[in-house]
Every structure is written in C-alpha cells, then in structure tokens.
T-cell receptor
Framework: GENVEQHPSTLSVQEGDSAVIKCTYS??????FPWYKQELGKRPQLIID?????GEKKDQRIAVTLNKTAKHFSLHITETQPEDSAVYFC??????????FGAGTTVTVRA | NAGVTQTPKFQVLKTGQSMTLQCAQD?????MSWYRQDPGMGLRLIHY???????DQGEVPNGYNVSRSTTEDFPLRLLSAAPSQTSVYFC??????????FGQGTRLTVV
C-alpha cells in the first residue's frame, strides 16, 4: 500500500515568516494529494489539494508543489499568522479512494 | 445540513467491553471510512465502504467490525475493547475521489 512520510514533525516560526512542510510518497500510481489542517480539539479540514497533472497550486497565502518524478510534494505558508498554528497533515491517494496520511506536522507561530 | 455526525464524543470502556461508534452523513456520499488518530502516527484507515452493502479493510482493521446497510450510516464496532484501542476515532466521507469530510471525532479511552 501507499506510504506517506512527512517532515518535520514540529515547526516553530516567527509571525510573518514562511513555513514549509514536505511529504514523500511511495506509490507512483498516486494521483491526488490533499493537505488538511487540524486545530486543537477539532476535526481535520481540507485547506488545499493538487492533482498529478499539475505542478503547483496557490490559494492566497498557501501553496502546494508536486514533483512526480521525485515523488514528493510540499506545503508552503507565507506571511504566517497566529491562526496558522495547528497540526497539518499531507495525504496521497490513487483512484481507489483510500487516503493515506502522513504523521502530521505541528506548526507553532510565535508572535 | 449536518454533514458527518459522530456519536458519542467521549467514551470510557473497560477492557473486554464492546461498543459501537455511530457515524451518520447527510451529504449522499457513497464513500465512507473510519480512521484512528494516535500521537505521531497521523490518521490510519481502519475500514472503509464504497457504497451500501460493501465494506473492506484498511490498514489497521483488527479488533473492529463495520457494516453499511444504508448510504447514510456506517457504524464501527469494537468487539472486545483493549487498551491499545485508546485513540481518537474519525469517521469521514469522500466527495467523489477528492475532498474528505470528517466528523467531529470520538475520544475513546479503554482502561
């Protein structure tokens, strides 16, 4: 099955700086790569996703890049704000609808 | 439109007891799944269903049973609770092959 590795496990950034989280996947058939944000005590919620036919996607301060050859994808958050503090999960799936998640990155934005 | 509803939110069980975690959705999504979330391990797939009457095992199915008699409901049964099943459980639906919608989670403690 798919194996998704996520780094780093924790990330502390100064407010206004950028944050980058990286994930690698093992199954070359994976074609969908979402990112979820989970605030403390809440459910995970989708913040951005990318498909294998696209190399980069942006939505305001967040962007995701995908390198299919190297089988890795990354989340970039610019101009971080305190409300960006949360746990972020990457995931990968093939067309069989099974999402495989990374272990998560706890992001702390220091004021 | 409630989305994905899980009950209960909290539960304490004694070792060996059985119980059912309930999950109901009103989004008419065919795909439903159960994940467990443990510190440092992300979200791991327990069981999933691609439609009424169809279920399959995920990554960590041992000790859990599921059934899908209707599109709306996907209960998860713990047959004989063990301390290793202490976790936060999330039910999720999938819109097509893309966005996952999570319930609010059930925090289960087995003593």
């Amino acid at each position: 099955g798919e194996n998704v590795e996520q780094h780093p496990s924790t990330l502390s950034v100064q407010e206004g700086d950028s944050a980058v989280i990286k994930c690698t996947y093992s199954d070359s058939a994976s074609n969908y790569f979402p990112w979820y944000k989970q605030e403390l005590g809440k459910r995970p919620q989708l913040i951005i996703d990318i498909r294998s036919n696209v190399g980069e996607k942006k939505d305001q301060r967040i962007a995701v890049t995908l390198n299919k050859t190297a089988k890795h994808f990354s989340l970039h958050i610019t101009e971080t704000q305190p409300e960006d503090s949360a746990v972020y999960f990457c995931a990968a799936s093939t067309s069989d609808y099974k999402l495989s998640f990374g272990a998560g990155t706890t992001v702390t934005v220091r004021a | 439109n409630a989305g994905v509803t899980q009950t209960p939110k909290f539960q304490v069980l004694k070792t060996g007891q059985s119980m059912t975690l309930q999950c109901a959705q009103d989004m008419n999504h065919e795909y439903m799944s159960w994940y467990r979330q443990d510190p440092g391990m992300g979200l791991r797939l327990i069981h999933y269903s691609v439609g009424a009457g169809i279920t399959d095992q995920g990554e960590v199915p041992n000790g859990y049973n599921v059934s899908r008699s209707t599109t709306e409901d996907f209960p998860l049964r713990l047959l004989s609770a063990a301390p290793s099943q202490t976790s936060v459980y999330f039910c999720a639906t999938l819109r097509g092959s893309t966005e996952a919608f999570f319930g609010q989670g059930t925090r289960l403690t087995v003593v």
